[in-house]
């Protein structure tokens, strides 16, 4: 019994090292490994972006479901709520800088104060209206600031960027000093900028580029209707910019809960594909993907 015990683990030793053996036919070479119809029985799958992995490659989705993620969405918000705030300040810097000028601050609806305004005060409201004609077309210079961040950074860490931008100028025009106003012209300048840089760049990025001018279109086409809400909302708030500026930034605050968001949903994708790589592949000290051999069944033990 001891000897036939020996020669039983002695061949069940050999079968299990023949199973572990390599064959021609049992490897898959790098590309085959990648391919998402191994994956995902061919059917599209979102996956980490393949040019810098800073954000979900939403491409292979079909044109519909890229409409309902939380990312176009997201997006799309965002693009046009600050949008519609930036165009209006461009609409009201003017009244803006003569009540701030006049000393009445935010609160041109104050018709004693305004009407207590000098020709002088007119006159230097005047010169900061050209100063900000200056200073807005150089925006430009930060565009490539932006850029950079999105080469190196996940998107919703330069979403959070750019979001605060819009929030560190919508507090500064809250501000009732022309010096601060100054101040929030030059962010404004960058904001602004920042805004296209980050939204079109976004969008290629995560939604890929056979899409990219029908999105594009359609947040173009989304904002021309919103814009539309300009001239009403400069009229009929009665020229209240402190309440304007503020309702904004109660807005802008809530997209940082977006950039949240997205953040999770890009690591938590992240954990998935790891894990999905990692219980998929079974690699070789060569980087080969080796599919486990099939073991023969023992035959029937004799009795005696």
Not at 240 to 259: C, E, G, K, N, R
Request: charged content about 15%; overall charge negative.
């Amino acid at each position: 019994d001891a000897d036939f015990a020996a020669g039983l683990r002695e061949r069940t030793n050999s079968l299990g090292q023949w199973s572990r053996s390599e064959s021609p036919g049992d490897t898959l070479d790098e590309d085959d490994e990648t391919d998402p119809l191994l994956h995902n029985g061919g059917r599209p799958q979102m996956a980490i972006s393949s040019d810098n992995h800073l954000c979900l490659d939403l491409s292979s989705m079909p044109l519909r479901e890229q409409l309902c993620t939380p990312e176009w969405i997201g997006l799309l918000l965002f693009f046009n709520v600050q949008l519609l705030s930036s165009t209006f300040f461009m609409t009201a810097v003017g009244d803006q800088l003569s009540c701030v000028v006049c000393g009445c601050g935010g609160r041109c609806w104050d018709s004693a104060c305004m009407h207590s305004c000098t020709p002088d005060n007119h006159v230097a409201a005047d010169h900061w209206l050209v100063a900000f004609g200056i200073i807005y077309p150089l925006g430009f210079i930060t565009t490539p600031l932006c850029g950079y961040l999105q080469d190196r950074y996940q998107l919703s860490v330069v979403l959070i960027f750019v979001n605060f931008t819009f929030v560190l100028w919508q507090a500064v025009s809250l501000l009732p000093f022309i010096q601060a106003q100054a101040v929030g012209i030059v962010i404004f300048a960058a904001a602004r900028q920042f805004l296209f840089s980050f939204f079109f760049a976004a969008v290629g990025s995560t939604f890929g580029y056979e899409n990219f001018g029908f999105l594009t279109g359609l947040a173009n086409a989304v904002s021309a209707g919103v814009l539309m809400l300009d001239a009403p909302l400069y009229e009929y708030t009665a020229s209240q910019f402190d309440i304007v500026y503020a309702s904004f930034l109660l807005l802008t605050l809530l997209f940082f809960i977006f950039a949240v968001i997205i953040k999770r949903r890009f690591n938590q994708h992240l954990i998935n594909q790891v894990c999905d790589e990692s219980h998929w592949d079974d690699r070789s000290q060569h980087g080969r993907v080796v599919l486990p051999a099939v073991v023969p069944p023992l035959p029937p033990l004799l009795d005696g």
